[in-house]
Nanobody, 114 residues
């Protein structure tokens, strides 16, 4: 059972930056998919970015602004978010796919507002 703990959310002004972290309770192999999703009020959960074996995938709405990365020694995946917009306001969730199962974190709130 992989446990994921997210951190780094908060309130930021438009144009600002935040870095989210997601720490896993056990080793996550480079071939395992790690990713970030988000869910805004009244909307479905959507993919933000994924990382697997060094390859990344981003939603069109965040390309050029967000960067997903990982630290294997810390079993942690990060989401660097720059040039934040009010439309980025959502609860952000970390997901890991390991041994064919999806594991989710508890979510961290990101609010972009002046």
């Amino acid at each position: 059972q992989v446990q994921l703990v997210e951190s780094g959310g908060g309130l930021v002004q438009p144009g600002g930056s935040l870095r989210l972290s997601c720490a896993a309770s056990e080793s996550i192999f480079s071939t395992n998919i790690m990713g970030w999703y988000r869910q805004a009020p009244g909307k479905r959960r959507e993919l933000v970015a994924t990382l697997r074996s060094g390859s990344t995938n981003y939603a069109d709405s965040v390309k050029g602004r967000f960067t997903v990365s990982r630290n294997n020694t810390k079993n942690t995946v990060y989401l660097q978010m720059n040039s934040l917009e009010p439309e980025d306001t959502a609860v952000y969730y970390c997901k890991v796919v390991k041994y064919g199962r999806d594991y989710w974190g508890q979510g961290t709130q990101v609010t972009v507002s002046s």
